[in-house]
């Protein structure tokens, strides 16, 4: 499928989905929150994993400041409707299959709110991190407010949104906004490594890091063991005992310690 602002393709069993809107540095508008979320929840039907990047030489500058400055300047509507952003945002962090975000250039505003809904980002050294929300005169929208602070804290995020601060890769790695920082133009390619690794694990598996790990985070000390209890003691991937069997068996392949090669079980 390739609509006109977001393009998707199935690599295996990853789905890889572009914001494709580069000659307004993939600001984010109501098509592409439409599109958007037409791509992620077909990838959630039919991959296993998925990457979202953006094409041109950036990730995202954002929410379209042009269409928001037309909604100011027209009547505002009678009823309220659901935020299609905070939709959109929540199927990917909370939906069947996880995502890698692949990042470059600038990763702003709703494009870094974008980025935080996804559970590993990837940037390459030309990505920069800003939220300048507070230079716009308006407020984040799209998630930020719980999925950012949440990743940098309170300080960090009052920090970036209240003096405009812009943060290089560098700093984005140390605050956990990024988990791996490559050389630039191999951001995608990273991250489908990535994903298509994580397209191995079992769906199940997968759902409760991305769908109960971080609910855990959100409870008590007590509830969330009781949360872990329930998940490990009520519900297996059925393909537990099989991948259980390979361990015991010695056919499954070894852990490998980052300081050395890897080695064939015997
Ligand atoms: C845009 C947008 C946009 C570019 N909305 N049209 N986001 C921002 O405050 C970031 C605004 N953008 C920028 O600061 C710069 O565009 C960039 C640093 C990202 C890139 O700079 P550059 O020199 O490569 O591009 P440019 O010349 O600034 O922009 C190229 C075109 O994209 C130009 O349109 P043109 O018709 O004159 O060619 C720009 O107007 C257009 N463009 N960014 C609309 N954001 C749910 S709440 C989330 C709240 C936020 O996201 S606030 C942060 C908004």
Known sequence: MTSNLITYELHGAVAVIG??????????????????????VRGGEEADAGVI????????AGLDLAQLLKRMESPPPRKKTDHAWHTVFDIIARGPIPFVAALHGAVVGGGLELAAA??????????????????????????????????????????????????????AEKLNIVRYVVDEGQALTKAKE?????????PLTNWQITNVLPRISDLSHDD????????????????????LRDFVEKRATPLQAPHKKPERRR
Do not use: C, W
């Open 19 to 40: 914001l494709n809107r580069p000659d307004k540095r993939n600001a984010i508008n109501d098509d592409v929150v439409h599109q958007l979320r037409d791509a992620v």
């Open 194 to 202: 990535l994903a298509a690794r994580i397209a191995q694990n079992t």
């Open 118 to 171: 996804t559970h590993i980002r990837v940037a390459d050294r030309t990505a920069f991190f800003g939220l300048p929300e507070g230079q716009r005169g308006i407020f984040v929208g799209g998630g930020g407010s719980v999925r950012v602070q949440r990743i940098v804290g309170y300080s960090v995020m009052a920090d970036m949104m209240l003096t405009g601060r812009i943060l290089s890769v560098d700093e």
């Open 224 to 243: 969330g063991l009781f949360m872990e209890y329930i998940n490990t003691s009520m519900q297996r991937p059925p393909e537990s005992a099989q991948r």
């Open 53 to 60: 990047f953006g094409h041109g030489v950036n990730f995202s």
